[in-house]
């Protein structure tokens, strides 16, 4: 089976950074059409935040996070990173990595079969 792992959440100030991980076992990542990262606030729906196409050919980004966060794939490692920079207090929320086996649209929650169990970012 397919397993997603997360790590790298924490707490941070404004303006801080994080590093977030996303460890895939059980399937390469290299073969699934996306990988994405989502987040969820309190009382808030999931939301897309950033995915990257297969092999790196194409991101896509949440406007609300621009210009600030990065993500990128790591075949070699079988990892995807979601580098967060200028961190703010709305960014605060449960970050899931998740694989997309089929596609379907890379910002839609439904393209994505396999979901970790989510890292806590605070900011404060």
């Known amino acids: 089976p397919v397993q997603l792992v997360e790590s790298g959440g924490g707490s941070v100030q404004t303006g801080g950074s994080l590093r977030l991980s996303c460890a895939a076992s059980?399937?390469?990542?290299?073969?699934?059409?996306?990988m994405g990262w989502f987040r969820q606030a309190p009382g808030k729906e999931r939301e897309v935040v950033a995915a990257?196409?297969?092999?790196?050919?194409?991101?896509s980004y949440a406007d609300s996070v621009k210009g600030r966060f990065t993500i990128s794939q790591d075949n070699a490692k079988n990892t995807v990173v979601l580098q967060m920079n200028s961190l703010k207090p709305e960014d605060t929320a449960m970050y899931y990595c998740?694989?997309?086996?089929?596609?379907?649209?890379?910002?839609?929650?439904?393209?994505?079969?396999?979901w970790g169990q989510g890292t806590q970012v605070t900011v404060s």
């Open positions: 990257v196409y297969r092999l790196g050919r194409g991101t």
């Open positions: 998740a694989a997309s086996k089929y596609g379907g649209g890379m910002n839609r929650r439904e393209a994505y079969n396999y």
């Open positions: 059980g399937y390469a990542i290299s073969t699934f059409v996306y």
